[in-house]
C-alpha cells in the first residue's frame, strides 16, 4: 500500500519564523512535489524534485525553498513566514511521467 | 501557459442519480493527460481517473466515466448512482506529455451527495 506521509496536520507559527514541513515516501519515487491549496485557486505547484539534491521551481516558488537529501525525503521551507502563507500544503510524489501522483495528507498552516 | 477551468464551485445532487462535473482546459500541445482527483473531507487526495490525450476511448473507472472531447478541450467527469461517499472536492488536472510532470488544477467543485 503507497503512502505519503506529512510530519504535521496543524501548524501555528508566528510571523518571522523559519518553518519546516517535512514530507515521506515510501515507495521508491523519484518525483516528489509540494503543492498549496487555497479555496478557489485549486492546488497550485511550489516546487519539485525529479532527484536527490535536485529541485526545480513551480508556480508560485517566492518565499520558498527545498531540500532533498534522501530520495523518500522532500522538505519545504519557510524561511521567514507570513501571513499570506496560511495555506494547507500538500506532498505528493510519482513513479513516472504521466502517471498518478499519490498525495499526502496535507498540513495547515496558519501563520499569525 | 495551461490553464484548467472547472465552472461548477458547488453541486448537489441526491444519493443514486447521476451527476455530471465540468472542466475545460487550453493547451496548445496534442501529447499530454488528464485527471480527476477526489479529496473527501479531511481526508487525502486520490486519483479518481485518467485520460491520456492520444487516446479516443473515453476512460472509465466502475461508476466513474469521462466525456474526452480533445477538439472541444473539454474534459467532464460523470458519476453514475452516485453515493454518500461521494461526497468531496472533485479537482480536474493537467499533465503536459513531456518535460515537467507538472500538475495543473483546476479551482475544484465541491460535490455534496444528499441522501
Known amino acids: 500500500d503507497v503512502k505519503v506521509t506529512q510530519s504535521s496536520r496543524y501548524l501555528v507559527k508566528r510571523t518571522g519564523e523559519k518553518v519546516f514541513l517535512e514530507c515521506v515516501q515510501d515507495?521508491?519515487?523519484?518525483?516528489m512535489f509540494w503543492y498549496r491549496q487555497d479555496p478557489g485557486l485549486g492546488l497550485r505547484l511550489i516546487y519539485f524534485?525529479?532527484?536527490?539534491?535536485?529541485?526545480e521551481k513551480g508556480d508560485i516558488p517566492e518565499g520558498y525553498s527545498v531540500s532533498r537529501e534522501k530520495k523518500e525525503r522532500f522538505s519545504l521551507i519557510l524561511e521567514s513566514a507570513s501571513t499570506n502563507q496560511t495555506s494547507m500544503y500538500l506532498c505528493a510524489s510519482s513513479l513516472l511521467v504521466g502517471y498518478e501522483q499519490y498525495f499526502g495528507p496535507g498540513t495547515r498552516l496558519t501563520v499569525t | 501557459a495551461q490553464t484548467v477551468t472547472q465552472s461548477q464551485p458547488e453541486m448537489s445532487v441526491q444519493e443514486a442519480e447521476t451527476v455530471t462535473l465540468s472542466c475545460t482546459y487550453d493547451t496548445s500541445e496534442n501529447n499530454y493527460y488528464l485527471f480527476w482527483y477526489k479529496q473527501p473531507p479531511s481526508r487525502q487526495m486520490i486519483l479518481v481517473i485518467r485520460?491520456?490525450?492520444?487516446?479516443?476511448q473515453n476512460a472509465t473507472e466502475n461508476r466513474f466515466s469521462v466525456n474526452f472531447q480533445k477538439a472541444a478541450k473539454s474534459f467532464s467527469l460523470k458519476i453514475s448512482d452516485s453515493q454518500l461517499g461521494d461526497t468531496a472536492m472533485y479537482f480536474c488536472a493537467f499533465m503536459n506529455g513531456q518535460g515537467a510532470q507538472k500538475l495543473v488544477f483546476g479551482q475544484g467543485t465541491r460535490l455534496t451527495i444528499n441522501p
Open positions: 515507495m521508491d519515487h523519484e518525483n
Open positions: 485520460q491520456e490525450a492520444y487516446k479516443q
Open positions: 524534485s525529479y532527484d536527490v539534491k535536485m529541485k
